[in-house]
């Protein structure tokens, strides 16, 4: 499989049916809807996706979805690299289908593509699977708040140190004279 840009749009009944394999990039740049959660809404997503048909019938998608997002720290305020790695299962599923008892004993996820005949927005399936992965309170695995403490405790002892020090410094000059 060689690596490319992803189409923005395939036919996931046909893709499916014929058994096929993407795999590439899809750029950060156009997830408008992903941004909000960004400091940096910038960078590429690695995707591989294979279409096909189960034993029962069901047009799946089976992939992986690799990329850093830099999210905003909630505690420090800062940025913090959010590494996503999602393995994907998705069942194609139009919206008028009945659901049916083997719903419930289905290793898919559901993914609704509203007519049989519209083309799935590649670009719209990454993004609403990275949306799914942000974390619901994004903080530094570190106590970030605290080594921010002391950073701004340091720097006003050390202002303090500087202004007592500095007279003393002037009648140490003085004794000498
Ligand atoms: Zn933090």
């Known amino acids: 499989m060689v ?3 992803l ?4 036919d996931p009944w046909q893709f499916a049916s014929k058994g096929k394999q993407l795999a590439g990039k899809v750029a950060i740049d156009n997830m408008t809807r992903l941004h909000q959660s960004l400091v940096q809404p910038q960078g590429g997503v690695d995707v591989s996706l294979h279409f096909g048909i189960d034993a029962k019938g069901i047009h799946y998608i089976k992939g992986h979805i690799t990329t850093t997002l830099i999210l905003e720290c909630q505690r420090c ?3 913090m690299p959010w590494f996503v790695d999602i393995n994907l299962l998705l069942a194609i599923m139009t919206s008028d289908r009945q659901s049916n008892e083997d719903d419930f004993d289905t290793p898919y996820d559901i993914y609704i593509v509203e007519k049989a005949n519209e083309n799935l927005s590649l670009l719209d399936l990454v993004e609403d699977e990275l949306i799914l992965a942000l974390p619901i309170v994004s903080k ?3 106590p970030c708040s605290d080594f921010l403490k002391k950073n701004v405790v340091n720097m006003t002892s050390t202002q303090r140190h500087s202004k007592q020090v500095h007279p003393f410094a002037i009648l140490k000059d003085y004794k000498i004279k």
Do not use: C, E, G, I
């Open 7 to 10: 189409p923005n749009r395939v």
């Open 3 to 5: 690596k490319q840009v």
């Open 140 to 142: 530094h695995d570190y």
């Open 77 to 79: 305020l800062l940025a």
